[in-house]
């Protein structure tokens, strides 16, 4: 969650690490390395060329541009941007509606996600397969389709 102020240098590359962002409108993100003659710390670099590629990474490390929540939306590094007012309220309801979705599925979805950025398509499609395979095993998959039969919202429990 990146709240009003600033989030940058260390304070960004803390954030890249995580698997989502979520922002409010005045936040501004600030790869600010290259403005205070340092090379980068905790992971930032690594994360930031996963999310964008090596030439948008480059340019953001070396210009240190001040991103506004929106910069950063259109760039891809920020998933959700939110009002200013009422943030809290609306990111721990956005947090809280992923909290209640099937983790076992998130889990490998996850997995599936991190190993496509360095397996074959081949690999890959192996691994989905597997994953499939468990997470329609799992009391969740029997919960959502039941669900989904009975017109209502699945209730997860995580097995």
């Known amino acids: 969650l990146l709240g009003a102020g600033a989030a940058a240098g260390a304070g960004l590359s803390l954030a890249l690490a995580c698997d989502l962002r979520v922002a409010c409108d005045s936040a501004l993100l600030v790869p ?9 710390d905790f992971g930032g670099s690594w994360f930031l060329t996963q999310l964008l590629g090596p030439a948008k990474a480059k340019e953001l490390y070396f210009t240190s ?9 259109d760039l891809g590094i920020v998933n959700v941007v939110m009002p200013d007012d009422d943030f809290g309220v609306a990111a721990l309801d956005y947090c809280r509606a992923l909290a209640g979705r099937a983790p076992i599925a998130q ?6 996600i991190n190993r496509a950025l360095h397996v074959s398509l081949a690999d890959a499609l192996d691994a989905e397969g597997a994953a499939m395979v468990r997470t329609m095993s799992t009391d ?14 699945p209730e997860f429990k995580g097995s």
Do not use: C
């Open 140 to 153: 969740d998959h029997k919960e959502a389709a039941a669900a989904f039969v009975e017109k209502r919202s």
């Open 107 to 112: 889990r490998y979805m996850k997995e599936n």
């Open 65 to 73: 541009p001040r991103l506004t929540a929106k910069e950063a939306k």
């Open 32 to 40: 600010a390395f290259a403005a205070i003659g340092l090379s980068g």
